[in-house]
Structures are given as C-alpha cells and as structure tokens.
C-alpha cells in the first residue's frame, strides 16, 4: 500500500501540469518508502534520492514560472519555502551518500508531511488567488 496517495479532490491546485507533478512527487516518495521497506536500499535509493531531487527542482520552477504569470502576490515567500525544502533535501542526500545517515521512516515521513503540507497550505493559496480572479 502507498505511504501517501494522489487525490484528485483533496489536492489539486486546478492547473493540470502542476497536479500531474505533484501525483509524480508522491510516487517518488512512495517508491523510496516501498524501498526502504523492502530493504532495497543499496540499489535503488540512491537514484530514486537523485531523481526526487531533480523532479522537485524541475516542479518549483514551473510552479513559480505559473505563479508568476497569474501575478501571485505571495511567490517570493512561497520560492522561500521551496527553496528551504530544496536544500534541506539536498543536505539529506548529502548526508546519505557519505554515509552519515541512512534512510529512516523519519526521513519519509518528513518529506511526505512537507508535501502534503506545502500542497494543502501553501499553494491552495495560489489556487484561491486564480479562483478569484
């Protein structure tokens, strides 16, 4: 079963290609969690880390490029948060590959919460300012 699963109504910020990258950033996270659990570790965190990292880039940077076409009045504080989550994840990689840390349910839980949080919080706030406009 999925640690975390796409749903349509309860996140979808009504602009296709950004929901279409957010359902990929939890299956990114669901196949570190279905790793880990099946102790795969050793082959496939390292490139699901790797891949989860670029994605999330390549998504903030569309995401910001849409907010700032909408004229969002929120996007330097909102790029603040990415890019906080960015480094935190980068640091974690880091981390993992020199051997200093492993991957924990901790970890997976902390990038699960940022997104599920990040989505229902802080861009349901740009999905608002559209609405209203």
């Known amino acids: 079963m999925a640690l975390v699963q796409w ?3 309860k996140y979808s910020v009504h602009e ?3 929901d279409t990258q957010h359902e990929t ?3 990114l996270i ?3 969690h279905d790793s880990m ?3 795969r570790s050793k082959e496939s965190i390292p490139p699901t880390l790797e891949a989860l990292a670029a994605y999330t880039k390549q998504h903030f940077g569309y995401e910001e490029g849409y907010m700032k076409r909408v004229g969002y009045p929120n996007l330097e504080q909102h790029r603040a948060q990415h890019q906080e989550f960015v480094h935190t994840v980068e640091s974690f990689i880091s981390d993992y590959n020199s051997g200093k840390v492993g991957l924990t349910f901790q ?3 902390y990038l699960k919460d940022w997104l599920v949080s990040h989505i229902l919080k802080t861009d349901k706030q740009y999905d608002e300012f559209v609405a209203q406009k």
């Open 16 to 18: 296709e290609r950004i």
């Open 37 to 39: 659990k099946e102790g």
């Open 30 to 32: 669901n196949r570190l």
């Open 25 to 27: 950033l939890f299956e």
């Open 7 to 9: 749903n349509e109504a």
């Open 107 to 109: 970890i997976i839980n």
